[in-house]
């Protein structure tokens, strides 16, 4: 069977690891890959963009199963258009992808259907957005309503941040059109997890829990990121959560979407805030996190391919994962400066060091090769991933692989999984 992996990060470089271990895989090809995938298959340069582009290189080669890693050519429509092409593809349509490319559409969706998340409003005027503000005081999020490549979130905890953050969504444009509205939210308290799910629609078959660490620095500080790291399982989710999330959140957006006529088939991915034992939706993504996917594919015992054509087929009932009971930390290493202003075109050193350790597992995103030189070529470089025996033996053992690589001014944070430390 041959698989094109959409994407360019360390998702799609730990999808790529994965299939690669199926004996039903025989060529994987990955647009527009990095220095990792082009180990394991053949890096296409097209763009994720390049919707017209991918279906073209998929139908000349006969491709069997495209796997969409980003949100962006989802919301554009990719697979509709590989659906009219009568081309295999993994991940939700147009019209349901809007879970993720929309806050708006999301949080109305969420409201209708009783799905549990924080009180909102919605403008599309910056001075009514403002008033609102000064009215109700903060803290509050503010969200840009489209896509924003992680960062559109600004969590502004005087009014003076609030409402700064309309200046930069809304009139400075820096998130583009994805400005043109915000949802202002509520600022919930209690503690982060991400819940995956694969889904055909109708049944929802879980994945383990994890947890992502989105802020650049330490204990959670500074801007929002892509993801800074990230480790499964989440202790925070406990069984009985694990329950809640699948029955009050997870089971009734899908039905929900059904509904609405948008049926969602691919993963959905619910951020959450728990406090007290309840969870709270903060938003939807559509496709795989990145980097939860790192620890959750390392994790992953079964064979990816059966389970992706199942929903895509609508079989899904019945399909059981099996995972690895040892968990899994995945710290992401940056280029400096990142998510500002960074540089990039840096050697990497010491990949092939850490790779030799037990259990741990180099996943490449901004990474290129420039001749045999491997070289920084993003803001998010690596996704360092290792399992143990318990989670702060995980801890130690990336951590000792992350002490083995080195570029130029790379930045890490040095406490993810720490959160989790506090359950054992």
Partial sequence: MKVLIVGGGGREHALAWKLAQENAITKIFTAPGNGGTSKLG???????????????????????????????????GIVD??????????????????????????????????????????????????????????????????L????????????????????????????????????IEEFLTGEEASFLAFTDGETVIPMASSQDHKPIYNNDEGPNTGGMGAYSPAPVVTDEIFDKIMNEVMIPTVNG?????????????????????????????????????????????????????????????????????????????????????????KEIFGIDMANEMKDVVVFHAGTSYIGKHLNTSGGRVLGVTAMGADLKDAIDRVYEAVHKIDFYEAHYRTDIGAKGLKYV
């Fill in 81 to 146: 258009l590989f659906n009219e092409k009568g081309l295999k593809i993994f991940g939700p349509d147009k019209a349901a992808a809007q879970i993720e490319g929309s806050k708006s559409f999301s949080k109305n969706l969420m409201k209708k259907y009783n799905i549990p998340t924080a009180d909102f409003k919605e403008f599309t005027d910056p001075d009514e957005a403002k008033e609102f503000i000064n009215r109700i005081g903060a803290p509050v999020v503010v969200k840009a309503d489209g």
């Fill in 257 to 345: 979407m059904k509904a609405e006529g948008a049926p969602y088939t691919g993963v959905l991915y619910a951020g959450l805030m728990i406090k007290e034992g309840e969870p709270k939706v903060l938003e939807f993504n559509a496709r795989f996190g990145d980097p939860e996917a790192q620890p959750l594919l390392q994790r992953l015992k079964s064979d990816l391919s059966p389970v992706l054509l199942a929903t895509i087929n609508g079989n899904l009932k019945g399909m059981t994962l099996e995972w690895d009971d040892r968990p899994s930390v995945c710290v992401v290493m940056a280029s400096g400066g990142y998510p500002e202003k960074y540089k990039i075109g």
């Fill in 148 to 183: 924003a490549a992680g960062k559109g979130v600004i969590i502004s905890r005087v009014i003076k941040e609030a409402n700064d953050a309309i200046d930069r969504i809304m009139i400075k444009k820096e998130f583009g059109d994805a400005g043109d509205r915000v949802v």
């Fill in 42 to 76: 053949e890096n296409v340069p097209l763009s994720t963009d390049d919707i017209e582009g991918l279906s073209e290189f998929a139908y000349d080669q006969w491709i069997d199963l495209t796997i969409v890693g980003p949100e962006a050519p989802l919301t554009k």
